[in-house]
């Protein structure tokens, strides 16, 4: 899931009279995001069964466009814009088998395990990058994961594209978007989606928890075929 740049600021309340503090965050989806890569499954045995293991190699990248910070109805001094973070959410962190360094207008940020704030990812990997809100940021990653059975990708971008191959003649396409191109033959599978900001139940920007993002998802299971 991601990435997605999260902002923190002070929320100024008040309780029985007295005058608080707390911290908030604003949370913004890239414009374009493309995701390509492939899958390398394998079979695993225990006993009479089989199970279905894979890597995967993932190129991610894309870009947020210049952010609308009047619309949040923050006072512009009560926005923390040094401390905005980029995250991207992993289910199974165990399943990285790389560092990952992420490319943020051309220069290079180690990314780190932890996301500051749980309103939207539970688990996952994160940058303090330099932002500038007027202006429009590049971003790309590798990823080399590995997991088990199924893939799932959410549709964060404004306008997002899913390239994926592998070696496996037995996927199921599944989630709430289907390919709009796909192929399945007895060497493997290659198939592609395009999902629009329009086709799901989350804003490109918002305040505070949304777990619509993470519960949006689409991607492919890898089947066992079962004979006689």
Known sequence: VGPILS?????NFTTEGNSEQTIRYAHFLPEKLDITGSLAPEIRYRSIYKTIVY?????VS?????????????????????D???????????????FIPIHWDGREYPANPGISSNDVLAFGISITPELDPDKEHNFDFELNLNGSSSLRFSPVGKETTVELEAEWDNPS????????EREVNR????????VLHLN???PQQWQG??????????????????DE
């Open 7 to 11: 902002i923190p600021y002070t929320h």
């Open 55 to 59: 890597n995967s190699q993932l190129s």
């Open 62 to 82: 894309g870009h947020f466009p210049s952010l609308d910070l009047e619309n949040l109805n923050v006072p512009a001094e009560d926005l923390k814009i040094e």
């Open 84 to 98: 905005a973070f980029l995250s991207v959410g992993i289910s199974d962190m165990t399943g990285i088998k790389d």
């Open 173 to 180: 396409f599944t989630g709430d978007f289907l390919p709009i």
């Open 187 to 194: 060497s493997g599978f290659s198939a592609e989606w395009e």
């Open 200 to 202: 799901r139940n989350f």
């Open 209 to 226: 928890p949304n777990p619509e993002v993470s519960n949006s998802v689409f991607g492919v299971d890898l089947l066992l075929g079962v």
